[in-house]
């Protein structure tokens, strides 16, 4: 069979080169059939005087379609369409559920879960989000920008990948005056984020099945992480008073998570007679500990509460820190503190998941904090958002006082919006986001009982026209429920 020419052509006014049309075109008509097995191609000078360009410019087609198994060229005969399948391009698609694409199990886990809304363009209350405009970016970039011209070998190919051997060791000293944590430089694993490390966790020290105590409320990155291992979800109640540990429902943990510093969504400190029985616990059933610390460097009256982790003698915590909230959300860097025994697996674990940050971030973050730019920016932080606090929690006594209770924290970045009367906080965000405003619910972080419902609002993001404007758009969204 021989190859009708006229369904090729060149547009000699495209960007494109001449040899790759050829080539594309070449490629489509076979795959699509139009073009059959067995089709013998006009020879490379037949083809050029046709299409009129040069020689070359069909060979350079010819030789890529060669080189991808398009075509083959036999000797003595000339040149020939490959004997392959060719694409069912007017097959009907597989409709949704019928067929044997599908998300997996963990797939399905990780995207139906309750989500947070994040819509651009609007004022937002997300929890969490550090001030950015008074982060010192020139110190910032002249850091980085001198490491990105560094030949050191430590910033161009990862001499271990649990992260640069300076920022683990700067991490390690940090760590034990700032959280009261005692470790080597070689129990800090640097990850990509405080998610990837919940991650990573769930993957080295759970099988499929175990079970996890998980805070009730609690975190959902957390417990989306452990459900798509498989964990079984065990509720750890939690109260504005405390952690319920004695709790005779709960079976034997495998991994039990907590945020003792400030506790999400109540903002709650743990106790240390509840931190002692927490490790009590732990070493009685050979149990982990996973410490989320989110934000406990934020306390705005006295220090700092000393990590739970830094009372562990059984070495049963592993703890979770990010510079997300310290430093830029953007930077996704965090780190594990994990305990001697757990050191070459986490290293080994990280090597394989990819879950490494970039040298160049590492070093500039190492540099930032050696050179007490950290300490300076933190100090900073802390004084502008207990000012923030104060002045977000008056004005919404004076404008949200009839639909909701907020109360002032010692530590964290977000505050609990109780609601007065009965309200879905759902209702109430889909409402919020009608006044243009971002609103979280506090019911999304339950996940085996029945939902207390209210808002998670932060403010550290803010100054205090927005803070204003966002109160402001809040009422709205209140009094636009309140109408119907």
């Not at 040899?19 to 490379?44: C, E, K, M, N, V």
């Not at 490491?147 to 992260?163: I, K, Q």
């Amino acid at each position: 069979m021989r190859l009708s020419l006229d369904i090729l052509s060149v547009d000699r006014s495209s960007d494109e080169p001449m040899h790759r049309q050829i080539y594309d075109a070449l490629r489509r008509f076979i795959l699509d059939g139009q073009i059959a097995p067995h089709t013998l191609l006009p020879s490379t000078r037949s083809l050029a005087e046709d299409l009129r360009v040069g020689r070359n410019t069909v060979i350079a087609a010819y030789d890529q379609l060669l080189a991808e198994g398009f075509i083959e060229a036999r000797t003595g005969s000339g040149t020939w369409v490959a004997p392959i399948k060719q694409a069912r391009t007017n097959t009907p698609r597989t409709k949704p559920g019928c067929g044997a694409r599908r998300l997996s199990t963990r797939g399905e886990t990780i995207v139906n879960g309750p989500q947070p809304p994040r819509n651009a363009g609007v004022i937002n209350f997300h929890p969490g989000v550090p001030e950015t405009a008074s982060f010192p970016f020139s110190i910032w970039s002249s850091m980085l920008a001198r490491n990105s011209r560094s030949r050191d070998e430590s910033l161009l190919v990862f001499l271990s990948y649990a992260g640069h051997l300076g920022l683990r060791a700067t991490i390690s000293s940090y760590i034990s005056v700032s959280r009261g944590i005692d470790c080597t430089p070689e129990q800090v694993i640097v990850v990509t984020g405080a998610q990837a490390a919940l991650d990573l966790v769930s993957r080295v020290l759970m099988d499929e099945g175990d079970h996890v105590w998980m805070e009730e409320p609690g975190y959902r990155g957390a417990k989306s992480a452990f459900l798509a291992a498989g964990a079984n979800l065990a509720p750890l109640k939690v109260s504005r008073r405390g952690w319920n540990l004695s709790d005779p429902n709960l079976p034997p943990p495998r991994l039990i998570y907590v945020t003792p510093s400030c506790q999400w969504p109540f903002g709650t400190i743990m106790r240390i007679e509840e931190r002692l029985e927490l490790l009590d616990i732990a070493e009685r059933h050979s149990a982990w500990i996973i410490e989320d610390d989110f934000d406990g460097e934020y306390r705005y009256r006295g220090r700092p509460v000393p990590a739970l982790r830094g009372l562990d003698n059984a070495n049963h915590v592993v703890y979770i820190g990010s510079f997300g909230k310290t430093l830029l959300p953007a930077l996704r860097v965090g780190y594990l503190i994990v305990p001697p025994e757990l050191v070459e697996a986490f290293d080994k674990a990280v090597s394989i998941t990819g879950q490494f940050a970039p040298l160049l971030l590492q070093a500039t973050i190492n540099d930032f904090i050696k050179q007490g730019y950290f300490a300076t920016h933190l100090k900073r932080m802390r004084r502008l958002y207990a000012r923030r606090q104060a002045n977000f929690v008056q004005l919404c006594r004076e404008h949200l006082g009839e639909w909701v209770t907020v109360t002032e924290n010692d530590s964290g970045m977000q505050l609990l919006a109780s609601f007065k009367r009965p309200l879905n906080d759902l209702d109430v965000v889909a409402a919020a986001v009608k006044e243009g405003l971002d609103v979280q619910a506090v019911s999304i972080d339950y996940h085996s009982t029945e939902p207390e419902h209210g808002l998670l609002l932060g403010y550290t993001s803010m100054d205090e026209r927005q803070i204003l404007r966002a109160v402001l758009a809040l009422r709205a969204a209140f009094m636009r429920l309140d109408r119907q």
